[in-house]
């Protein structure tokens, strides 16, 4: 948009008219996904029907301006797991916020053009970034939970898998595309944040205070709460007083039987519910193990693979866990340091590195990163702390960017670690693992509120680089050479599919570049880049036959690449072809070699369509 910082709403379909895949009106879409209407209350949210709304729904987004009050990018945080794709994607995927910061980025036409030296300095460029918060519980996938049209909610009832995205995408092993993601999925819950961001942009009130920073690190594995702050704040007189017995302290790191469950956006082996000291605050048992579709019980076996084929074993995850979950509840009374891991079954040791902690304020907002998948829940807690501690210096936003300076699992309440579902199985150090964060988080905040320097910490485990990757070579063979050409016409939403004679595509990143273009005919001889692989409707796929032998050999016997290329239904007639840039070796001893491959141009035909609401 060229008028003003936000883009206007009368003429959003004139902005998504030109970028590619993203034809949509995203204003008419954030008015029906979030609503306006929502009041605050203690444990969350109220619609204004009055149904509670559980997961946080906010939205914070900074609008970056320069001093000449053109718009330089945007930062928003929303909390919610980012893979759509699912589990069984063969392929390289930004997913869902990729997808949204891409789709801005088009709007407010970013180049994507490598640093020469000579290059302008981004004067007019645009970065959109979509960042993580408390997404710990919190996935995009839709009907995960529903009942069938007879009620029922049991293992093989309930919404069919392939109907939990909202899409009519593979699901099942066997469908065509299955390899390939869920990709409508990833176009369906990244247009909602995109839609978002669209109508946040420009918005709100400019940012006043100080900027400042505070880091160290934690070794988690060993903290004990002692602060009254926090400390005198962790129970609840109508849940089981045995849940917060002393002593209040973190445990040595360990992964719980429930982990290899999965979660209910990507199930595995196993189930979970399943615990060693059974005071969780409600009946959840046969509610997890029997119930919710039969997520939480597994999803009734074993993916295989057989002669190149998926194949699945049948296996009663609740069966087989109520076999097991003794046993390992036995054999860790002889672990004293999993003792006060309390009811997780713990069955691993990931041994940790230290735990980073970090807080950037900006002004009024305070940006809490911590290496947590946290649970909504556990973030309204940590986030109050951390305001409470910076709120008397100005302080009135506290963002929680999660997974950050480090991964460690996750991070849920007491109350949540107790039922041993996925998340309190993967959070490391124990039920008090929440509020040791908080604790340091608020010893953290509170120094940069007095302004000392930030507590002296541990120092963390030096970073040891492993060795250099093997080099590995191409059999000889004419690259770029085309396989599968391009009919002669096309018009919009048709695919496009052309293959071609490859190299490694390890043997080039791409960086900065791309493995394929569309290209559109603009003159006898100039061709106009209209999109990369870096866009939802390109698809890059690389094939090759592998074997044990070339495997261990790190030798490549032959490969393609495959171009897909949906044609965007926005995308003007006119004469395209798609070229791909590889690069080959056919020697670790000679230098990679460029080559190049380019389809026979095609016409598309048709009128182009508006973005449809």
């Known amino acids: 948009s060229d008028s003003g910082l936000r883009p206007d709403r009368a003429n959003s379909t004139i902005c998504c008219r030109n970028s590619g895949a993203y034809c949509l009106d995203f204003f008419a879409i954030a008015d029906l996904l979030y609503p306006n209407d929502q009041v605050s209350t203690k444990a969350g949210q109220l619609h204004a029907d009055g149904h509670e709304v559980d997961v946080d729904k906010r939205f914070v987004q900074l609008s ?8 330089a990018g945007i930062i928003n945080w929303f909390g919610v797991h980012p893979t759509a794709m699912g589990n069984h994607d063969w392929l390289i995927s930004s997913d869902i916020k990729g997808y949204a910061s891409l789709g801005f980025e088009k709007i407010m036409g970013t180049r994507y053009v490598p640093d020469t030296g000579d290059t302008p300095a981004g004067n007019d460029n645009f970065v959109a970034a979509f960042a993580q918060s408390d997404e710990g519980d919190t996935i995009p996938d839709l009907f995960v939970f529903d009942k069938d049209v007879n009620g029922g909610d049991g293992p093989g009832q309930g919404v069919p898998y392939r109907f939990r995205f909202g899409t009519d995408d593979p699901y099942d092993f066997d469908q065509p595309g299955y390899k390939r993601g869920e990709r409508k999925a990833v176009e369906t819950f990244g247009a909602k944040q995109l839609a978002q961001a669209l109508k946040q942009f420009g918005q709100g009130s400019s940012l006043s205070g100080p900027v400042d920073y505070r880091f160290y690190y934690v070794d988690m594995n ?12 962790l129970s609840y007189a109508d849940l089981p007083s045995n849940l917060y017995d002393d002593p209040k302290s973190t445990c040595t790191s360990g992964i719980g039987q429930a982990f290899l469950a999965g979660g209910a956006n990507g199930t595995a082996f196993g189930a979970a519910g399943f615990v ?7 009946p959840y048992t046969d509610a997890i193990r029997n119930h919710y579709n039969g997520i939480y019980n597994g999803n009734g076996g074993l993916p295989l693979m057989k002669d190149g084929v ?4 049948p296996i009663n995850g609740v069966a087989t866990f109520t076999v097991t979950t003794p046993l390992v509840c036995a054999a860790q009374m002889f672990r004293p340091e999993y003792g006060c891991q309390k009811e997780k079954p713990t069955v691993a040791n990931p041994n940790t590195e230290h735990a ?3 807080i950037f304020r900006i002004g009024n907002l305070a940006v809490l990163g911590v290496p947590w998948e946290v649970t909504t829940m556990a973030a309204r807690r940590l986030r109050q702390t951390v305001l409470d501690a910076l709120s008397p210096v100005g302080v009135d936003t506290v963002v929680i960017a999660g997974l950050s300076n480090a991964y460690l699992h996750y991070m849920t309440t007491r109350e949540e670690y107790s ?9 490391l150090y124990g039920p008090w693992q929440l509020a040791a964060a908080q604790q340091e988080a608020r010893r953290l905040a509170l120094t940069m509120a007095n302004g000392q320097p930030a507590p002296t910490g541990v120092t963390p485990a030096a970073i040891a680089l492993g060795n250099p990757s093997p080099i590995t070579t191409d059999a000889p063979a004419e690259f770029g050479k085309l396989i599968n050409d391009a009919k002669s016409g096309y018009t919009q939403g048709d695919a496009v599919e052309v293959s071609f004679v490859a190299g490694y595509p390890g043997n080039d990143l791409k960086l900065m570049s791309s493995y394929l273009y569309v290209e559109r005919q603009n003159g006898p001889s100039k061709w106009d880049v209209v999109a990369t692989d870096k866009d939802p409707e390109l698809l890059f ?12 050999a790190h030798v490549v016997d032959s490969s393609t690449a495959e171009a897909i290329w949906t044609i965007p239904k926005n995308m003007p007639a006119g004469t395209y072809r798609i070229r791909h840039e590889g ?3 056919t020697s670790a001893s000679q230098p990679p070699a460029p080559y190049e491959g380019r389809s026979s141009p095609f016409k598309i035909t048709g009128t182009p369509q508006e973005c449809p609401y």
Not at 222 to 233: E, G, L, M, Q
Not at 276 to 282: I, L, N, R
Not at 419 to 427: C, D, F, K, P, V
């Open 356 to 358: 980073p902690f970090q």
């Open 583 to 585: 690069v080959s070796r």
């Open 541 to 552: 796929i690389w094939n090759w036959a592998s074997n044990p032998v070339s495997i261990e």
């Open 64 to 71: 970056l301006v320069r001093d000449n009050g053109s718009a």
């Open 222 to 233: 060993d903290v004990t709460v002692t602060d009254p702050a926090i400390s005198d704040h």
């Open 419 to 427: 039922a041993q579902m996925y998340e309190g199985a993967s959070t």
């Open 276 to 282: 060693c000291v059974d005071d969780a605050p409600s």
């Open 310 to 313: 998926i194949v699945t074993v």
